[in-house]
């Protein structure tokens, strides 16, 4: 996968996109802090179909690329000097938790349209109750340290069915 689209908007106008492009591989999900917050994602690396759509160049994708039930994406503002090391960094803990029974996929992302050093990464994860992750792996917040600053965040969404 090259590209990932991201749009947000109303739930029964996102169901409505999702249906219109059935063919597409899409994800409808539900923010888990604010109820009301709904995003829908295009994982099929087609042209964009959304009127105001988040866009990213996927760097890096595991290889290991399945669905869950729980997506968590943590946003960092980085450095130019320090696009590499971390890139690393991401690819690195990819692949120790290459193993996990809950880590579903690791997406390395780059916005296309924000600044180039910016850098999110979408971890997927799979669980036995959809309101808990229990992560039985490293923690990816904990292996980034370094690269955490003030523009950071972190933000989870529900796969609604």
């Not at 990464?121 to 292996?143: R, Y």
């Given at each position: 996968?090259k590209?990932?689209?991201v749009?947000?908007g109303?739930?029964?106008?996102?169901?409505?996109?999702?249906?219109?492009?059935?063919?597409?591989?899409?994800?409808?999900?539900?923010n888990?802090a604010k109820?009301t917050?709904?995003?829908?994602?295009d994982f099929?690396?087609?042209?964009?179909?959304f009127?105001?759509?988040?866009?990213?160049?996927?760097?890096?994708e595991?290889?290991f690329l399945?669905m869950?039930d729980?997506?968590?994406?943590d946003?960092?503002d980085?450095?130019?000097?320090?696009?590499?090391?971390?890139d690393?960094?991401?690819?690195?803990?990819?692949?120790?938790?290459?193993?996990?029974?809950?880590?579903?996929?690791?997406?390395?992302?780059?916005?296309l349209?924000?600044?180039?050093?910016?850098?999110?990464?979408?971890?997927?994860?799979?669980?036995?109750?959809s309101?808990q992750v229990?992560?039985?792996?490293?923690?990816?917040?904990?292996?980034?340290?370094p690269?955490?600053?003030?523009?950071y965040?972190?933000?989870?969404?529900?796969?609604?069915?």
């Amino acid at each position: 996968m090259k590209n990932l689209n991201v749009s947000f908007g109303s739930e029964p106008v996102l169901r409505e996109i999702k249906e219109k492009y059935a063919s597409r591989k899409m994800t409808l999900l539900s923010n888990s802090a604010k109820e009301t917050s709904f995003q829908l994602v295009d994982f099929s690396d087609q042209k964009n179909v959304f009127y105001s759509p988040n866009r990213y160049r996927v760097l890096f994708e595991s290889p290991f690329l399945n669905m869950g039930d729980i997506f968590i994406y943590d946003f960092f503002d980085l450095a130019g000097d320090s696009l590499s090391a971390f890139d690393e960094k991401v690819r690195h803990w990819s692949g120790i938790n290459a193993d996990s029974s809950f880590l579903q996929s690791v997406l390395l992302l780059s916005p296309l349209d924000g600044k180039p050093h910016n850098r999110a990464v979408l971890t997927i994860w799979s669980t036995n109750k959809s309101d808990q992750v229990t992560l039985d792996t490293h923690d990816l917040k904990k292996t980034l340290e370094p690269y955490v600053n003030h523009n950071y965040f972190r933000t989870t969404y529900k796969v609604l069915s």
